[in-house]
């Protein structure tokens, strides 16, 4: 579809060069698209040595790994459930508007309540509602949403006796990638 084509970059703000959108690409169509932009980022390289004379090296060559299986696909346990979630919630607090309608609002809360309702590991769940109930989703905008659920999640992380994870690199971790560049 060609509108879901442009809608599946992000501005990478570099020389015109344009970030494929993660969330929006399969693998194969991602790996893709980084390999057109690191073409076009050597023709670049190329012709800007051409014309200065200087050698110019490649930073945007990305490291594209193959994925092979080497496991079984199975049904998720309790941590790979976990993980998971925690990645679409977060990923979806991420992305979640700037300005949201009054419905879009209403809609987060009910969405937190249905998940954590059919959420498939009862005692997660159970514990879970009674964290909602004692503080609803904060729904103003999605650092804020982002910002409530990184606080959710470490109340979880303390009651299983893993690290709290700092929530000022909230954005870094589910949005933007980390500031060395190492997921670019
Ligand atoms: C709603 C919910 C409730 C759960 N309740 C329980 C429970 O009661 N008992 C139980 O045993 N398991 C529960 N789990 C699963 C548990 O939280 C972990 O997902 C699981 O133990 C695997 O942990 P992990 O160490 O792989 O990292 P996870 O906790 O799954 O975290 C995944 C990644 O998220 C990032 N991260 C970590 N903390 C934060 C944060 N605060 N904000 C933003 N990003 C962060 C880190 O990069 C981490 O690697 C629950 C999961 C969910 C989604």
Known sequence: MASQQS???????????????????????????LNQNANVQEKMNSQISQSTGAET??????????????????PLDRQQLGRNSWSVLHTIAAYYPETP????????VQF?????KFYPCTDCSEDFKERL???????????????????????VNVKLGKPEFDCNLVNQRWRNGWKDGSCD
């Open 7 to 33: 809608e599946d970059f992000s501005p990478h703000g570099n020389q015109g060069i344009k970030k494929p959108c993660r969330t929006c690409s399969d693998f194969k169509t991602w790996t893709t698209n």
């Open 57 to 74: 090296k490649s930073s945007f060559r990305p490291t594209i790994h193959t994925v092979e299986k080497t496991f079984p696909e199975c």
């Open 101 to 108: 309608t009054v419905d879009q609002q209403k809609d987060m």
């Open 112 to 116: 937190m309540a249905l998940f954590t």
């Open 133 to 155: 109930i004692a503080n609803p989703p904060a729904t103003q905008n999605n650092s804020i949403l982002s910002q409530w659920l990184c606080a959710m999640h470490n109340e």
